[in-house]
T-cell receptor
Framework: DAGITQSPRHKVTETGTPVTLRCHQTENHRYMYWYRQDPGHGLRLIHYSYGVKDTDKGEVSDGYSVSRSKTEDFLLTLESATSSQTSVYFC??????????FGPGTRLTVL | QQQVKQSPQSLIVQKGGISIINCAYENTAFDYFPWYQQFPGKGPALLIAIRPDVSEKKEGRFTISFNKSAKQFSLHIMDSQPGDSATYFCAVPPERVGNNRKLIWGLGTSLAVNP
């Protein structure tokens, strides 16, 4: 998976709890992305980063925040998890912003 | 917001047949048209991509056809195999303004190739 890891790979949590997902890359790529994937909705961009401490919102950013303090790490936080945030979350990286390399995904269940 | 319309949503093909998936876009400021392939339980991976200065690109059994005037591009899988069963996504990059380096994705096509 092009030097991308995501942790945890699976998580079950309860409504109202904060959750942080981690994406770690060893490729030194500039761009990093968080997507969620749900049946019938394809891939939807949550947030992305174009450098350390430089982030921007995607199309479904409400209820999510991100941080990138180092080139290799991009954290996604669900401030107060809701059942509608049950999904599979993918991190992706890119150097030239054309080809994106995806991580293995995190399956999150919010009860 | 730029839209990308992908069709069909699902496709069943017999082994050895041709699979065709289409994408239509709205804007013109694109320089790269990729197709991604995703197997169950995995993240998407780049399958093949084309630049708008050519009308067709072939890599093995996979071909992208690009029609700039119609604002459409399609993926053709020749001699489809059961191992091609996956979800396929098209994507387009929007106009590169500032730090905007996002891809706009189609909703995906689930392909099943029957043996």
């Amino acid at each position: 998976d092009a030097g991308i890891t995501q942790s945890p790979r699976h998580k079950v949590t309860e409504t109202g709890t904060p959750v942080t997902l981690r994406c770690h890359q060893t490729e030194n790529h500039r761009y990093m992305y968080w997507y969620r994937q749900d049946p019938g909705h394809g891939l939807r961009l949550i947030h992305y980063s174009y450098g350390v401490k430089d982030t921007d919102k995607g199309e479904v950013s409400d209820g999510y925040s991100v941080s990138r303090s180092k080139t290799e790490d991009f954290l996604l936080t669900l401030e107060s998890a809701t059942s509608s945030q049950t999904s599979v979350y993918f991190c992706a990286i890119s150097e030239n912003s054309n080809e994106q390399f995806f991580g293995p995904g995190t399956r999150l269940t919010v009860l | 917001q730029q839209q990308v319309k992908q069709s069909p949503q699902s496709l069943i093909v017999q082994k050895g047949g041709i699979s065709i998936i289409n994408c239509a876009y709205e804007n013109t400021a694109f320089d790269y048209f990729p197709w991604y392939q995703q197997f169950p339980g995995k993240g998407p991976a780049l399958l093949i991509a084309i630049r708008p200065d050519v009308s067709e690109k072939k890599e093995g059994r996979f071909t992208i056809s690009f029609n700039k005037s119609a604002k459409q591009f399609s993926l053709h899988i020749m001699d489809s195999q059961p191992g091609d069963s996956a979800t396929y996504f098209c994507a387009v990059p929007p106009e590169r303004v500032g730090n905007n380096r996002k891809l706009i994705w189609g909703l995906g096509t689930s392909l099943a190739v029957n043996p």
